[in-house]
T-cell receptor, first 110, second 112 residues
Framework: EAAVTQSPRNKVAVTGGKVTLSCNQT?????MYWYRQDTGHGLRLIHY???????EKGDIPDGYKASRPSQENFSLILELATPSQTSVYFC?????????FGPGTRLTVL | GDSVTQTEGPVTLSEGTSLTVNCSYE??????LFWYVQYPGEGPQLLFK?????EKGSSRGFEATYNKEATSFHLQKASVQESDSAVYYC???????????FGTGTSLLVDP
């Protein structure tokens, strides 16, 4: 069974703090993605990766960094968290055409 | 860039009634079109995809036809069930299919 897991599932952070969201996949997919989900905006792509060591900017990368140290792991980093980054974040892995999503991380920045 | 526009929700229906969620898209290339579904507390999952113009995709009683001329890909189901309550996303992908552009999602609530 394909599996994408995320940690933590819930996170409360303070403005200006550093936040790291982690994602692990056992699908052996080359491509991994980070999205945020907000009412009225749907799913928006933040960063993605074609494989270990690569990261690419998505549609809304400002304020976020990404790291892909291995095939299985892909992290999203908020160096200086702001309240506007309060959202639900989804990681996904995929090959051609289909993406498999994790369960999401709910991040609240106070 | 690419864009996808779909029915604004929430949509509330009674069990046994029919559903249509409108989706239209803009792209300069030849896309593959998708419907994803997100159940409460879960991540989105693929409902079905249609790579070719004028073809139909279907799954779990849902179907949609890729209308290239109208640039539309409306989701339909003849008789909804309470278990269909979820958020439905229309999406497209160009080229090799590595990136998806999603619509804003349509929340469906089916009353028993």
């Amino acid at each position: 069974e394909a599996a994408v897991t995320q940690s933590p599932r819930n996170k409360v952070a303070v403005t200006g703090g550093k936040v790291t969201l982690s994602c692990n996949q056992t699908n052996n997919h080359n491509n991994m993605y980070w999205y945020r989900q907000d009412t009225g905006h749907g799913l928006r792509l933040i960063h993605y990766s074609y494989g270990a060591g690569s990261t690419e900017k998505g549609d809304i990368p400002d304020g976020y960094k990404a790291s892909r140290p291995s095939q299985e792991n892909f992290s999203l980093i908020l160096e200086l968290a702001t309240p506007s980054q309060t959202s639900v974040y989804f990681c996904a892995s995929g090959g051609h055409y289909e993406q498999y999503f994790g369960p999401g991380t709910r991040l609240t920045v106070l | 860039g690419d864009s996808v526009t779909q029915t604004e929700g929430p949509v509330t229906l009674s069990e046994g009634t029919s559903l249509t969620v409108n989706c239209s898209y803009e792209t300069k290339q030849y896309p593959t079109l998708f419907w994803y579904v997100q159940y409460p507390g879960e991540g989105p999952q693929l409902l079905f995809k249609v790579p070719k113009a004028n073809e139909k995709g279907s799954s779990r009683g849902f179907e949609a036809t890729y209308n290239k001329e109208a640039t539309s890909f409306h989701l339909q189901k003849a008789s909804v069930q309470e278990s269909d309550s979820a958020v439905y996303y229309c999406a497209l992908s160009e080229g090799m299919g590595y990136k998806l552009t999603f619509g804003t999602g349509t929340s469906l609530l089916v009353d028993p």
